[in-house]
C-alpha cells in the first residue's frame, strides 16, 4: 500500500505500528520453502536432526492416552507434566509453578517487552545482539542502548555506566546470536555481582546453550540469581521448531502479569503438542537426543565458519562451538 492508498484508508494505525517493521530473518525464511533452496541465513536446525519416530509413537500415545484433554483448550500456565519436565532439566533448584510454556521462546520476549517496557524505557541489550528480540521491544518504544563486549563476553564497565535506570538487561551467555560467543565464567560471575549490586534485572536468553561440540557452557546467569532473571528457553534447536513450543522461568513478583499478558495473546501454547513433547521427553530422551545434535553436525563443513568470520561478525573469530546457527546460519544442514 503506498502513501496515498494509506492516507485515504479508513484504518488509523497505533504510534506503535509504526514502529514496527518486517522481520528480515522472516523474510528470508520464506524462500526456503522453494524446492531446493538451502538459506544459511535464518536460523533453523538440520531437519535430519528432528525425532520424528519419537514424536510418531508420542502422537498416537497422546491420541489414544489422552485425545480429549489433548485437543481441548488448557490452562495458560502450560501443561503441568512439561512444566514438571523443564523444571527437573535445568541445572538449578526451579520450581515448575515459575514456569511458564510459551510459543516459542520469542512469544516470551514479546510478552517481557508487554510487561516491562514503557515508551523510552531504557533496556541494554549486547553489541550486537538478537535482531528478533528489537523487533519484539520495539513496538513498545523502549530507548535501546548497546553495551559494548569483548572476548570474554559483556564489558562489566560499559554496563556500569549505561544502566542507571534501565528496566533490564537483555543477554544471551551462550553461543551469542549472531556472535557465537560464549561468556566466560569469570564473566559471568562478574556480571551477575554487577547486575545484583546496580539492582540490575537480567533477560537471559539460551535456545542454544545445550548445543555444544566440545565443552559444556558455564551455568546459566539464572542460577546464580533466580530472583534477579527471567530465564527464556526453547525446544526449537533441540527438538523441532515446527512445535513452536519455548518456555520462561520467572521471578513470583513477574509471573502473574506475564501469564495476563500470555492469555491475552493466545490463551495458551499448543496442548497437543505440549503433552508430545512431554511424552517424548519422559524418560530423558532429550539427554540422549540432544548429543546426537553436534554429532550430526560436520563442523568443518559448516559454511557460516567462514562466512561468519570473514564478513558479517569480525568481532567472532574461533572454530564454530555450537550446532545451529551464527548469524542465522543452517550449519546442521551441511
Ligand atoms: C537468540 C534467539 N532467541 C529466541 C529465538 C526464538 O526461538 P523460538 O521462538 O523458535 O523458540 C531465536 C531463534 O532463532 C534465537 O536465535
Not at 119 to 137: D, H, I, K, N, W
Request: net charge neutral.
Amino acid at each position: 500500500m503506498n502513501m496515498n492508498e494509506l492516507q485515504n484508508a479508513p484504518w488509523v494505525m497505533a504510534k506503535r505500528a509504526k514502529k514496527m517493521n518486517p522481520s528480515v530473518i522472516r523474510e528470508i525464511l520464506k524462500v526456503t520453502e522453494k524446492p531446493g533452496i538451502i538459506s544459511f541465513a535464518g536460523g533453523l536446525p538440520s531437519p535430519k536432526t528432528f525425532p520424528i519416530s519419537a514424536f510418531t509413537a508420542a502422537c498416537e500415545k497422546v491420541l489414544r492416552e489422552d485425545g480429549h484433554a489433548a485437543l481441548q483448550y488448557a490452562a495458560s500456565e502450560g501443561f503441568i507434566t512439561l512444566r514438571e519436565l523443564v523444571a527437573a532439566f535445568l541445572p538449578w533448584d526451579v520450581d515448575p509453578a515459575q514456569v511458564l510454556i510459551t510459543t516459542g521462546s520469542q512469544q516470551g520476549l514479546d510478552l517481557i517487552a508487554k510487561v516491562l517496557i514503557d515508551e523510552g524505557s531504557r533496556v541494554l541489550v549486547e553489541t550486537p545482539t538478537y535482531l528478533g528480540a528489537l523487533q519484539a521491544f520495539a513496538p513498545m518504544e523502549p530507548e535501546i542502548v548497546g553495551v559494548a563486549s569483548d572476548d570474554e563476553g559483556v564489558d562489566l564497565a560499559d554496563l556500569a555506566n549505561k544502566a542507571a535506570g534501565a528496566r533490564f538487561f537483555y543477554v544471551l551467555p551462550n553461543f551469542q546470536n549472531p556472535t557465537g560467543r560464549t561468556m566466560s565464567e569469570a564473566r559471568r560471575a562478574g556480571l551477575s555481582a554487577e547486575a545484583a549490586r546496580l539492582g540490575l534485572p537480567l533477560v537471559e536468553d539460551n535456545p542454544y546453550g545445550d548445543l555444544w561440540f566440545d565443552t559444556p557452557p558455564p551455568p546459566p546467569l539464572t542460577a546464580r540469581n533466580p530472583e534477579g532473571c527471567v530465564y527464556l528457553g526453547s525446544f526449537s534447536k533441540v527438538l523441532a521448531p515446527g512445535l513452536r513450543l519455548g518456555f520462561m522461568v520467572a521471578p513470583k513478583s513477574l509471573y502473574p502479569k506475564l501469564l495476563q499478558a500470555k492469555q491475552a495473546a493466545d490463551l495458551h501454547s499448543p496442548g497437543f503438542n505440549q503433552r508430545m513433547v512431554a511424552e517424548v521427553m519422559k524418560d530423558g530422551f532429550l539427554d540422549r537426543h540432544v548429543p546426537t545434535i553436534p554429532r550430526s553436525t560436520n563442523r568443518s563443513a559448516m559454511p557460516c565458519w567462514a562466512r561468519c568470520s570473514s564478513t558479517c561478525l569480525k568481532v567472532w573469530n574461533g572454530t564454530p562451538q555450537r550446532a545451529a546457527c551464527l548469524c542465522g546460519c543452517a550449519c546442521p544442514r551441511v
